[in-house]
């Protein structure tokens, strides 16, 4: 039986986005459109039988700057951030630099990497550890979460019905230090998730530090890092170890399979060795402000 023709709406307003959806609750939001096409090897990728592209919408597009904040517009591509220079935080580009190559950072857009339905793809983590705020806005309201609470969650991200997320706001507070890793396995179906570790100090007092890592899940001892809030540096090397093991104990709590932070999803690689690249790196990074 033949596949009737779908639909693709370009709306240009908001208002115009909530009334094609509306109207056709069944319809994908599109951001870059590289999450739809992601594995599929045919000459032609199938597609959702009704989209609605948000390339129109001048609103989503736009970047802007105070003295605390970077507010970037959903539609901005992963480029034109990476672009933007010294005035992003330092793990965001990291972060942003590692995501595939130059042409599909020039397609795939903020939004959209943060909206990935079935897995937490890279942004997600960087922005967490930044205390980043998202807006979302449906036809009746618009509010602000924070991306932890969007995101943090194995499962569904935090829209409540037909909301959209428009606006990010990404806190410009420095911090002192910022390492981030893509890992990637060479025999995995996908890459194997992203981690971070940013830290602030003050006179030789650690200040923060956060660690996170990103992929079915978002990943985060917060018990490990109040270990070392108040901490001198450089860190006593009891204290570093300490530290790693918080991180082992955490890691060995983790469930596997369906629906759990690792999924199984990483061809023929074994969740083991995704937490051994989680340590390795985290024992990495603190050598560096470590005795």
Same mark, same amino acid.
């Given at each position: 039986?033949?596949?009737?023709?779908?639909?693709? !709406?370009?709306?240009?307003?908001?208002?115009?986005?909530?009334?094609?959806?509306?109207? #056709?609750?069944?319809?994908?939001?599109?951001?870059?459109?590289?999450?739809?096409?992601? #594995?599929?090897? $045919?000459?032609?990728?199938?597609?959702?039988?009704?989209?609605?592209?948000?390339?129109?919408?001048?609103?989503?597009?736009?970047?802007?700057?105070?003295?605390?904040?970077?507010?970037?517009?959903? *539609?901005?591509?992963?480029?034109?951030?990476?672009?933007?220079?010294?005035?992003?935080?330092?793990?965001?580009?990291?972060?942003?630099?590692?995501?595939?190559?130059?042409?599909?950072?020039?397609?795939?857009?903020?939004?959209?990497?943060?909206? #990935?339905?079935?897995?937490?793809?890279?942004?997600?983590?960087?922005?967490?550890?930044?205390?980043?705020?998202?807006?979302?806005?449906?036809?009746?309201?618009?509010?602000?979460?924070?991306?932890?609470?969007?995101?943090?969650?194995?499962?569904?991200?935090?829209?409540?019905?037909?909301?959209?997320?428009?606006?990010?706001?990404?806190?410009?507070?420095?911090?002192?230090?910022?390492?981030?890793?893509?890992?990637?396995?060479?025999?995995? $179906?996908?890459?194997?998730?992203?981690?971070?570790?940013?830290?602030?100090?003050?006179?030789?007092?650690?200040?923060?530090?956060?660690?996170?890592?990103?992929?079915?899940?978002?990943?985060?001892?917060?018990?490990?890092?109040?270990?070392?809030?108040?901490?001198?540096?450089?860190?006593?090397?009891?204290?570093?170890?300490? !530290?790693?093991?918080?991180?082992?104990?955490?890691?060995?709590? *983790?469930?596997?399979?369906?629906?759990?932070? !690792?999924?199984?999803?990483?061809?023929?690689?074994?969740?083991?060795?995704?937490?051994?690249?989680?340590?390795?790196?985290?024992? $990495?990074?603190?050598?560096?402000? $470590?005795?």
């Amino acid at each position: 039986m033949a596949i009737p023709p779908g639909k693709v !709406f370009f709306p240009s307003s908001f208002q115009e986005l909530f009334s094609s959806w509306i109207g #056709n609750p069944d319809a994908v939001l599109c951001a870059g459109g590289t999450e739809h096409i992601r #594995n599929q090897d $045919s000459r032609i990728p199938a597609l959702p039988r009704k989209i609605i592209s948000l390339g129109n919408i001048e609103e989503l597009q736009k970047i802007s700057r105070t003295e605390r904040y970077l507010e970037i517009g959903s *539609m901005v591509k992963l480029s034109q951030i990476i672009n933007l220079g010294k005035i992003v935080p330092e793990v965001l580009i990291h972060c942003l630099e590692n995501i595939a190559g130059p042409q599909i950072r020039s397609q795939a857009t903020i939004g959209g990497n943060i909206c #990935n339905p079935s897995v937490r793809l890279d942004a997600s983590a960087p922005m967490i550890a930044l205390d980043a705020q998202y807006e979302l806005r449906s036809s009746q309201s618009v509010r602000w979460v924070s991306a932890s609470r969007f995101s943090s969650q194995p499962g569904p991200l935090s829209f409540v019905g037909q909301e959209c997320l428009t606006r990010i706001r990404v806190p410009l507070e420095p911090w002192t230090f910022a390492w981030y890793r893509k890992l990637n396995f060479s025999l995995a $179906s996908r890459p194997g998730g992203g981690i971070l570790l940013i830290l602030r100090n003050q006179k030789d007092i650690l200040t923060d530090i956060r660690v996170l890592y990103s992929s079915q899940a978002i990943l985060r001892e917060k018990d490990a890092e109040s270990m070392l809030k108040g901490k001198h540096l450089p860190l006593d090397h009891r204290d570093a170890s300490a !530290f790693v093991d918080a991180w082992k104990n955490y890691l060995s709590s *983790m469930q596997e399979g369906e629906n759990a932070e !690792f999924p199984g999803e990483y061809g023929n690689l074994s969740p083991g060795l995704i937490k051994s690249q989680i340590l390795r790196f985290i024992e $990495s990074t603190l050598s560096h402000i $470590s005795d």
